[in-house]
């Protein structure tokens, strides 16, 4: 039968929650003098004055020491309600969540400046930290996340990459490095003696042990540490930056002034719901980082580099403008060859009809006549302009056969010669008589 522990942390997802509830959890017990199996041995009327108890305990300490923030406590009291209701032992909160205290303004929200991360980053010698520095600037992915993520997660696109976050969970999303975090994070690798596709991106100094929670959040504190940043010494105030959150929010004012779209600022940074969440299943990874690139000349800290980036950013902007303007010239120019077409085909059209009107009497033209008073020459050039003046039917002419083309030019030559013949008659004609003589040879 499972145990009253078992039951409440099957019920979590991570590893992460469930050492965050492990740890308030058992606060509660040593302040109780209870446990797992204890407490819920307890009636419910117990329970939750103990419960209150302990809140107006925790309220002291606030009120003396300022910990824990007014603002932690739904997130202390949420373990020991979850626990209670993963075993049955449920109760309205109401009256325990009335004794909270009045939460205040949130302190440390400002994000880091490149100076500060610069400051950061000249701090440390070491490969792992700067590229860790780095992934955290330019991913915005939060730094409990890190330790699971995988060498085979990062994959490169042109000069940077793009990172798959939670991999093969729900909370999977994916975000992008900079050619300049990348390029770090590759130098760092190089020194690494495991580098397997499946191996953790991140280790301990040992190279060979992964990171924890409690190890990557070592990594900033202890380089934040060492560059003895001046922006807060240490302080939690409302003008302070965050040891981890400040890079993050970083991120997300720094895409949004690049003109992202706000549902992949927010797909970055693993804020979706369930349809957006479908929507960018569909969408690829040149997809993603085409988006991304945007923000690449502000994320980057190096100058030089970020010269190179907004002058490369430059160049796509005008070679895409240059592009949108070529298709817009094309598709005009090809418009007007288009009528150019028309209005040539409808004029051969007309010379035909003139040439050969008893052909065009009724709605459609006698296309058996036409075939046979037309040379082959003329109905060549008739099948290749009839198209375009009539899209609906077919008023193409078959080729004649030799007989055919023999019998047109019977016809042709015995008109001639009646000519001839008459203006003989009438005289003074010699130049036109030679003319017409002339095409006689030519249909011989």
């Given at each position: 039968?499972?145990?009253?522990?078992?039951?409440?942390?099957?019920?979590?997802?991570?590893?992460?929650?469930?050492?965050?509830?492990?740890?308030?959890?058992?606060?509660?017990?040593?302040?109780?003098?209870?446990?797992?199996?204890?407490?819920?041995?307890?009636?419910?009327?117990?329970?939750?004055?103990?419960?209150?108890?302990?809140?107006?305990?925790?309220?002291?300490?606030?009120?003396?020491?300022?910990?824990?923030?007014?603002?932690?406590?739904?997130?202390?009291?949420?373990?020991?309600?979850?626990?209670?209701?993963m075993n049955e032992i449920e109760f309205s909160w109401k009256t325990i969540k009335n004794l909270y205290p009045q939460k205040i303004p949130t302190s440390n929200q400002l994000p880091y400046t490149d100076e500060d991360i610069i400051e950061i980053l000249g701090a440390t010698t070491s490969r792992r930290n700067k590229a860790f520095i780095h992934f955290?600037?330019?991913?915005?992915?939060?730094?409990?996340?890190?330790?699971?993520?995988?060498?085979?997660?990062?994959?490169?696109?042109?000069?940077?990459?793009?990172?798959?976050?939670?991999?093969?969970?729900?909370?999977?999303?994916?975000?992008?490095?900079?050619?300049?975090?990348?390029?770090?994070?590759?130098?760092?690798?190089?020194?690494?003696?495991?580098?397997?596709?499946?191996?953790?991106?991140?280790?301990?100094?040992?190279?060979?042990?992964?990171?924890?929670?409690?190890?990557?959040?070592?990594?900033?504190?202890?380089?934040?540490?060492?560059?003895?940043?001046?922006?807060?010494?240490?302080?939690?105030?409302?003008?302070?930056?965050?040891?981890?959150?400040?890079?993050?929010?970083?991120?997300?004012?720094?895409?949004?002034?690049?003109?992202?779209?706000?549902?992949?600022?927010d797909y970055m940074q693993g804020h979706f719901s369930g349809n957006s969440k479908a929507y960018f299943n569909g969408v690829s990874d040149e997809q993603l980082y085409a988006q991304f690139k945007r923000a690449i000349p502000s994320l980057t800290l190096d100058k030089s580099e970020k010269i190179e980036s907004e002058k490369n950013e430059e160049i796509?902007?005008?070679?895409?403008?240059?592009?949108?303007?070529?298709?817009?010239?094309?598709?005009?120019?090809?418009?007007?060859?288009?009528?150019?077409?028309?209005?040539?085909?409808?004029?051969?059209?007309?010379?035909?009809?003139?040439?050969?009107?008893?052909?065009?009497?009724?709605?459609?033209?006698?296309?058996?006549?036409?075939?046979?008073?037309?040379?082959?020459?003329?109905?060549?050039?008739?099948?290749?302009?009839?198209?375009?003046?009539?899209?609906?039917?077919?008023?193409?002419?078959?080729?004649?056969?030799?007989?055919?083309?023999?019998?047109?030019?019977?016809?042709?030559?015995?008109?001639?010669?009646?000519?001839?013949?008459?203006?003989?008659?009438?005289?003074?004609?010699?130049?036109?008589?030679?003319?017409?003589?002339?095409?006689?040879?030519?249909?011989?």
């Amino acid at each position: 039968m499972a145990t009253p522990s078992q039951i409440f942390y099957e019920s979590l997802k991570t590893e992460a929650t469930k050492k965050a509830y492990k740890l308030w959890l058992e606060q509660f017990f040593e302040y109780a003098h209870e446990d797992y199996d204890s407490i819920i041995k307890l009636e419910p009327n117990k329970i939750k004055q103990t419960i209150k108890d302990y809140v107006i305990h925790k309220k002291e300490s606030t009120r003396r020491i300022g910990v824990p923030s007014p603002n932690s406590y739904n997130a202390i009291m949420t373990p020991i309600q979850s626990f209670l209701e993963m075993n049955e032992i449920e109760f309205s909160w109401k009256t325990i969540k009335n004794l909270y205290p009045q939460k205040i303004p949130t302190s440390n929200q400002l994000p880091y400046t490149d100076e500060d991360i610069i400051e950061i980053l000249g701090a440390t010698t070491s490969r792992r930290n700067k590229a860790f520095i780095h992934f955290l600037a330019s991913t915005g992915v939060r730094v409990g996340a890190t330790p699971e993520i995988r060498i085979e997660d990062v994959k490169g696109i042109e000069d940077g990459a793009v990172v798959s976050i939670y991999r093969d969970t729900t909370e999977e999303y994916r975000t992008c490095l900079t050619p300049e975090a990348y390029a770090s994070l590759k130098k760092y690798l190089e020194q690494r003696i495991d580098r397997n596709p499946d191996s953790v991106l991140f280790t301990r100094k040992n190279n060979l042990t992964p990171l924890t929670s409690a190890s990557a959040q070592d990594i900033v504190r202890n380089v934040r540490k060492q560059a003895k940043l001046s922006m807060d010494n240490g302080r939690k105030t409302r003008r302070g930056k965050s040891q981890n959150h400040a890079f993050r929010k970083r991120f997300e004012i720094t895409l949004a002034s690049c003109d992202l779209q706000q549902r992949f600022i927010d797909y970055m940074q693993g804020h979706f719901s369930g349809n957006s969440k479908a929507y960018f299943n569909g969408v690829s990874d040149e997809q993603l980082y085409a988006q991304f690139k945007r923000a690449i000349p502000s994320l980057t800290l190096d100058k030089s580099e970020k010269i190179e980036s907004e002058k490369n950013e430059e160049i796509r902007i005008i070679n895409e403008t240059n592009k949108s303007e070529l298709k817009e010239k094309l598709e005009s120019q090809d418009e007007i060859i288009q009528q150019m077409m028309v209005s040539l085909a409808s004029t051969r059209y007309m010379v035909y009809e003139k040439m050969y009107g008893e052909c065009f009497g009724g709605t459609d033209p006698d296309l058996e006549k036409l075939a046979q008073l037309m040379t082959n020459g003329e109905i060549l050039d008739w099948n290749t302009f009839i198209p375009i003046v009539q899209r609906k039917k077919d008023w193409t002419i078959p080729m004649g056969s030799k007989s055919q083309e023999m019998l047109r030019n019977s016809k042709q030559k015995r008109e001639i010669k009646e000519l001839i013949k008459e203006l003989h008659s009438k005289g003074d004609f010699e130049e036109t008589i030679e003319r017409l003589r002339e095409m006689l040879d030519e249909l011989d």
